[in-house]
């Protein structure tokens, strides 16, 4: 894949990582009878969807990688509009927390309500946020670096209770550390150059190319009609996302359908340890302990 | 044995075999166009190109881009050989996959793409092209040539069943070489030179032969195209099954291409056996399968001419039982099918055995004009299985049973298949009876003089064997689902035996197959 195209994805994941953060949170606060953060997380998120609008041309369900690149290049302004969001972000996160964390009611029904041990948080194969918040410091971004993110400088935010209260702050800080990133990745994207592998054999050629070559008609026809023909074999490839480790199996048989593939959803795992987090409690603390788990149905069973 | 290295694989071969041949016997694919096992060598396409990596290394000047001194420089490369007429010697290692021969391959269908038309879309070779495949297994680079590309006749009418498209002919020369010494007919030729040319027919003639279809069938692009398929269906909805075609008594093997989903043939291809045809079919051959979508009797029925009604299944056994009881057994008459299966067959003579009838008949279609190349001169596929059936009992023919009808010899009739009589008036003799048994796959002239005429499944629909006029016995798969309430003759057999209180001996296939071959035994 070309370099410019691994910091796009960069900058688009972190984004969505962005607003995926904002949402969790803000609908925290939220079921907790804090509708004003709510709205005003929101309204950050808009101006982050309106980027991925301009990018992708839908504000959540993108569809927008392929194979061996993206769907469309970078348009003219992605950097300006880019950089003009960045500062926004901080702020609002900033004035959300204010009128959060020094919050009595907001703090009596976060902080030591749905603690999720470290142990359990590991037997039960949580990561992401939720793993986090217990101690454990595992990040797919650092732990097995992809795409450039070794180039980046950033850190890694850690709880030590696995409370609610824990994994609403790592999620800010996350926020945080995500800007950070897509500041770096801003400064270090090439600002020309392939956004695609450069192979009809993976990539659909032109649409214009499609009508009027045969070269192109056929590497499209092949594509469309007998998929792209994968090597034999298996293989796991995991990424770091907004829930935590996004992975997918993939076995293929040589041919252009997969033979099986298998997706590791994060909040599927996260989920499954809620029960440890609820039990002993409250029913009134099932609503902020199961917003912080921040499960996502169709991520979840898809 | 003598034998050669091909990719690090030693295959032995016959002295005088190319390396295209004996690659293709051990199963290994040496991508090429214009090679056929069963045409002669033309090595035009140049596809085939592999390099010889023993002995004296011939080698081709060449100029090659000096990206240091930015011009071009002599180098020189090796000459690459083609496989199909290269001959195969001791000791000789070849190879068709190092990175000369893999830049020979992209460059070979780079040029045979280079005026292609961008016909994908409406052409009917996709899926099954070798232009397709070969692209993205060899080339996949776009194109690099601005102009226009070159344009020649498109849709060419050559002949009743082919259309020809000039712009899509890579000219490679298989049908005319098909047509030269399988069709023993020159009736295809090139025309023009380099770019310009295009298969041409002879002067005044069109493409009329036996065999025209086969062409269709060598051409590995679009540019010979059936007009009996044309347009009807995209290749990758079609499955294929295994089955021997009904023509004739040569009994080619064929694969089926029907579509699942609506049940529905669309073609037949010839399947390759070395024994019996080859790699070819005739178009009469090749159109057979048309007959398992027309005409069919699908549903019993009683009565004849205006009084025929519909029945159940059931009651048109009890009615055809009790018409078979009516008849005294000395002057019934059971006519066994040269169209239908040795199975099918075998189970109505049992029947004919049990019942104690000893009049048998062989009901088939009338001897037509075969040839030297396939077609054989008796018309039905299984006159020789339906003789075997009944080993050793004479079959008298229709002509017989008519004259036996006519003199009062014969009372009641229980007849095998729909190829007794081309016309319904040969069988006038039959009306004056009142106990005609039709099983019949199709509505014919049999079943319409029929009482009762009862379905059965046709060809495709049920497994069996034909035994063709060299005595192989080939056996068919079935490829379509029965319709529904129509049963394989065999097992309606059974079941008519049944009513008329006889066991057949048998519960299924098997069971059937089982008594044939005891019975070829006590023949010995």
Redesign the interface.
Known sequence: MPERCQYYRVILGELARIADHFTSNGASAMELGAFTPFLWLLKVRDWVWDILERETGARMTHSFGRIGGMAAPPTLNFKDDVRRVLPEVHKVVKEAEIMLIRNRIFLDRMQGVGVLTKEHALSYGCTGPMARSTGIPYDVRKDHPYLVYDRFDFDVPVGEDGDNWDRFMVRFEEIRQSVRIIEQAIEQMPDDGPINVD???IML?EKD?V?????????H??LV?EGL?VPKGEVYSFIEGGNGELGFHIVSDGSGTPYRVRVRPPCWYNLAAAHEMLIGGMIADIIPTFGSVNMIGGECDR | MPKFTLNGKEIAFEPGETVMQAAWREGIEIPHYCWHPGLSVAANCRMCLVQVESGRQMAMPQLVFDEGKGEYVPATKPKLQPACQLAAADGMVVSSTNEQVKRAHAAVQEFLLLNHPVDCPICDQAGECKLQDYYYEHQGTLKRKLTEPVHKPKGVRFGPTIIYDAERCIMCTRCIRFCDEVAKDHVLDMRERGNKNEIVLAPGRKLDHEYTLMTEHVCPVGALTSRDFRFKARVWFLKSGQSICTGCATGCNTHVDYDPRYGKVYRLRPRDNADVNQFWMCDDGMMTYTRQHTNRLLTPTAGRGDERTPVGEDEALDLAADKLRSVDVSKLAVVLSAQHSTEDNLALGKLAAALGADRLYLAALGDWEGDEILRSDDQNPNRAGATRAVSGAGLKSVEDLLADVQSGAVEGVLALGWATAEKLEELRPLTALDAVVSLSSHVAALPAVACVAIPVADTFEVGGSFVNEKGIAQAFESVLPLPAGVEPAWKTIAALARKLGKDLGFEDLRGLRQGLLDAAEAAQ
């Open positions: 192979d009809p054999r050629p190319a009508y009027t070559t045969i070269e192109a008609t056929i590497a026809f092949k009609m023909r």
